[in-house]
């Protein structure tokens, strides 16, 4: 008799992901207890304004965390079923840029100004591959076809500053990509570009993620980029997350009051435009002096006395979907 | 209305954090200490000869730094000689601060050909030889405090003119300054009461360690002789007692040696002005 | 007559690389209590039509009347009247203030160079600070104790000290969080509606322009392409790159934006040191003919009060 196949672990998988920041002015818990994954061929949206944690959880995954001052003191990242966090630093060096790549919000400083863009992309390559100069130097500019860069062989004796926001970001892209990862983590990729450039990178984005079946989580503080990209979004505030939902149904029917907020506060053109876009009051607290109880009470419409005191749990009030609010739990 | 400033207890807590810079700062307090009270706690002049000529520190308990080889007191001299240095040092730092910042801010504030000007000018005074330029100075205009301090001054105002020129390049497309111009402040104001504040902090800096520089600068001319006759600094003590170099070092190396904990405790001060002062760079 | 008019505005940067023609020759009207949306990608120069209008940049050519006065010529003592009229609040919260200056003085400073008295600048400060939602106490303190959408605030603050007719927005908002740029989007518009004040909203993000404005104008490579009412522009844009624009803007509604038809514009952006002969957008247009690459088209009406610069429109 055969045996059933195994099933096959999820490339990226974030269980109760702990990240505390040790500074002069006392300890903040920048990430505390994110669980989430990420299947292969699909996007994962985290969201949030500044100060939520997005980008020290992307950072935490990679094991890029600047030590001091910050430091994972819990829980599990596996990356194909293994747990990385207790990997020695040597150990993630043949990871990264291998089974997991990243692309991050400014292109023209993710690139090393005094190399070219060849040099750069073949020492990705032959760093994790068994590519030898000449192959590595052929695949190079494969790569820099696939992203889509115009004139691919012109462009790789240029150096950075010598090419465009765009395609810098292309050349980052073709990077992060080289080795085929199982997962893509992109940290604001588009925010320091044109709207058309970012229309195009996105594009690629989706098309390498459907060649080749990535996994990706993208981290955006912008709605309507969530809105064109993302097959499931996470919401995060203080460093925890808040609700998670499918995208269709965060933006139809959205639970956590802070996704509330969110939506109403970001325009949208249209028949479905507001009079006058919904505001928080407030400011997200220092991760220093988090308040008791809920994180975004101070701030909620919906604040009831429990809100002050105990922190919500997340809860499932559908399939697929998650929730941290007292409130919405009661509907 | 208008209040300037920025919060004084932050800067006093910094500060002291740097435990060489907090060292530095007292012992250059003890010697202006020195300097002022010279005359309270050694009132003979320090010129006058008090006792047996070349004693070694420990010799005689009257004299416990010894005696020159004329027979004057050591400690005496150095004592009234701190003075003498500090004084250099501090009014040399201001001349070369007033001239730096004069150009550098005029420089980077208004570019094109003020800025090359400024620039080729301040090239100029770098290739000349420090040393030999002030020596030239002195020779040349006499051998007065007066034109010691101001040769001093003329060598050393170049690295603070890069400094506040630079400032003056980044702050000058600032928006806050651009907010100014739009209101019609002129050129003037804004230079002096909106960008200068800004930029002073590393220029001060820099100016703390210009004294360190111009009291070794006077001292290698008191040394060789061409420095004001009529005042005992400590350059001067090293170089009258060149000739006992061999028998009665003490001689050179005590003032010697105040020199080099001057020197070294005004370059720890600067260095905890600067952590003090450019918070940012400090909390990364 | 209209607030603000401008006429073949053109502003040129010497660089060592060559002429660059930040603004070529814009052309615009600006009516009072009118909020005019001026978008655009990074190099548009946009930012430099709404310096030049201040005065911050040298104007190489053109005219610029505020109600009625031409003030491209004038030196910087004949220009008091009209800083009365028009202010500026800019885009970075935290480099719009002087860090070593109390909120108190900064928001002042226009009071101070208008000649005003000691008693009635406080009393106007307090007034200004409440109007922009920030406590009194506010005064004497620091700027790096507030927010990034505080200290927008007292940006708005000292814009608004002189009773101006038209601030000029620089990209105001974008360089705050999404539910900070809510607060001062909506302080914008109450400030419209009590105080009748213009806006010229400079930004490259559509969906807050479409929000605010009540007019359009869309750049590209210094030169106006489209001008139109807002609804006009959104539902029926004239001019390719006016619809590569919206086609590329995200929308917030996953629904909306998978069923809207996108083609994603080509090509990148040409060197504003080396633009394209003829119209600048023909090397990226869908529909450039040989036409496009000689004769640059002008901005003509279209129907409908708009007016778009294509020889196809």
């Not at chain 2, 320090?46 to 400690?75: A, K, N, Q, Y």
């Not at chain 3, 708005?156 to 705050?176: G, M, N």
Request: hydrophobic share 45%.
């Amino acid at each position: 008799m055969t045996a059933l196949p195994l099933p096959l672990p999820l490339p990226l998988e974030v269980r109760d992901l702990r990240t505390t920041l040790f500074t002069r002015r006392g300890e903040m818990k920048a990430v505390d207890g994110l669980s989430l994954s990420v299947a292969a061929g699909e996007t994962v949206a985290l969201v949030g304004e500044s100060g939520c944690g997005k980008s020290l959880s992307a950072l935490s995954i990679m094991r890029l965390l600047p030590d001091p001052p910050a430091r994972i003191i819990g829980g599990e990242v596996r990356l194909n079923g293994r747990d990385i966090v207790p990997l020695p630093e040597r150990a993630m060096l043949g990871i990264r840029g291998k089974e997991i790549g990243m692309i991050f919000q400014d292109p023209i400083s993710s690139l090393n100004p005094v190399t070219t863009v060849e040099k750069q992309i073949v020492e990705v390559l032959m760093t994790h591959t068994e590519l030898g100069r000449g192959q590595a130097r052929v695949r190079a500019h494969e790569l820099l076809e696939l992203v889509g860069m115009p004139d691919a062989a012109r462009r790789l004796d240029a150096y950075p500053h010598q090419l465009s926001g765009g395609m810098c970001q292309r050349v980052v892209i073709a990077m992060a990509i080289a080795c085929s990862p199982s997962v893509l983590i992109a940290d604001e990729p588009t925010t320091a570009l044109d709207v058309t450039v970012q229309a195009q990178v996105l594009a690629l984005l989706k098309k390498l993620q459907a060649e080749a079946g990535m996994a990706m989580i993208f981290i955006t503080h912008d709605l309507g980029v969530v809105a064109e990209t993302a097959d499931r979004v996470v919401v995060m505030y203080a460093g925890r997350k808040v609700e998670e939902a499918p995208v269709d149904d965060l933006f139809e029917s959205p639970l956590h009051p802070y996704t509330v907020g969110l939506i109403g506060a970001t325009p949208t053109p249209g028949a479905e435009r507001a009079a006058r876009l919904a505001d928080i009051p407030g400011m997200v607290p220092p991760l220093n002096a988090l308040p008791q109880g809920c994180a975004f009470a101070p701030r909620c419409t919906r604040v009831m006395d429990r809100c002050r005191t105990e922190k919500p749990a997340l809860t499932v009030p559908a399939p697929g979907r998650l929730v941290a609010c007292f409130a919405a739990e009661r509907g | 209305m208008p209040r300037f400033g920025f919060p004084r207890f932050e800067f006093v807590g910094r500060f002291s954090r740097n435990r060489g810079a907090l060292i530095g700062a007292c012992l250059i307090l003890i010697v202006a200490l020195m300097a002022v009270f010279a005359s309270v706690f050694f009132p003979i002049d320090p010129l006058r000869i008090v006792g047996l000529p070349e004693l070694w520190p420990g010799e005689d308990p009257e004299f416990p730094l010894g005696t020159d080889s004329l027979g004057r007191d050591i400690l005496s001299m150095i004592v009234h000689g701190a003075r003498a240095t500090l004084l250099i040092g501090l009014f040399a730092s201001a001349v070369a601060t007033v001239i730096g910042v004069g150009v550098g801010a005029t420089a980077g504030y208004f570019g094109g050909w003020v800025d090359e000007i400024a620039m080729r000018a301040a090239e100029l005074f770098q290739t000349i030889p420090n040393l030999i330029f002030v020596l030239t100075i002195v020779v040349i205009m006499g051998s007065t405090l007066t034109n010691i301090v101001i040769a001093i001054g003329i060598v050393s105002w170049t690295p603070i003119a890069r400094m506040t020129r630079a400032e003056f390049l980044s702050l000058r497309d600032r928006e806050f300054v651009q907010a100014c111009r739009s209101m019609g402040m002129s050129d003037f104001r804004i230079i002096v009461s909106e960008i200068l504040p800004n930029a002073l902090p590393p220029v001060i800096v820099l100016s703390s360690l210009v004294v360190a520089g111009a009291i070794l600068f006077e001292s290698a001319v008191s040394f060789l002789g061409l420095g004001d006759p009529n005042v005992a600094s400590w350059g001067r003590l090293v170089g009258d007692g060149r000739q006992l170099i061999r028998s009665s070092w003490y001689i050179c190396a005590i003032p010697g040696i105040a020199i080099m904990i001057t020197v070294l405790c005004l370059n720890l001060v600067g260095d905890g002005l600067n952590d003090a002062l450019n918070p940012k760079l400090r909390d990364r | 007559m209209s607030l603000l008019s401008l006429r073949d505005v053109r502003v040129h940067f010497n660089t060592s690389g060559g002429v660059v023609r930040a603004v070529n020759g814009v052309s615009l009207d600006l009516a009072v209590g009118e909020t005019l949306g001026l978008v655009g990608e990074s190099g548009c120069g946009k930012s430099t039509l709404g310096k030049a209008i201040m005065k911050l940049v040298p104007v190489a050519g053109g005219e610029i009347v505020v109600e009625g006065v031409d003030i491209a010529p004038l030196n910087r003592e004949q220009l008091t009247n009209m800083r009365r009229k028009v202010q500026m609040i800019f885009q970075d919260p935290y480099g719009s203030l002087n860090p070593r200056s109390t909120v108190g003085r900064s928001v002042a400073q226009p009071l101070v160079l208008a000649g005003w008295k000691a008693a009635a600048m406080a009393e106007r400060v307090e007034t200004l600070l409440r109007w922009v939602g920030l406590p009194s106490d506010a005064k004497q303190r620091y700027p790096h104790e507030f927010s990034g959408g505080q200290r927008q605030r007292i940006g708005i603050a000292r814009a608004l000290a002189l009773s101006p007719k038209l601030i000029i927005c620089d990209e105001p908002v974008s360089a705050l969080d999404v539910s900070v740029r809510a607060q001062v989007i909506n302080l914008l518009e109450d400030l419209k509606s009590e105080f009748g004040v213009s806006y010229l909203f400079i930004s490259h993000d559509l969906s807050v322009v479409e929000h605010i404005a009540d007019r359009v104008a869309v750049m590209y490579l210094g030169m106006l392409v489209e001008v139109g009412g807002r609804d006009q522009i959104w539902k029926s844009p004239q001019h390719p790159y006016t619809r590569a624009l919206l086609a590329a803007a995200p929308i917030a509604n996953p629904k909306l934006a998978r069923a809207r038809q996108r083609t994603v514009l080509q090509g990148e952006l040409p060197s504003p040191l080396n633009p394209p002969a003829g119209c600048p957008f023909n090397s990226r247009c869908p529909i450039a003919e040989d036409r496009c690459r000689v004769d640059k088209p002008v901005l003509r009406p279209v129907g409908n009060g708009a007016q778009a610069a294509c020889h196809f429109v």
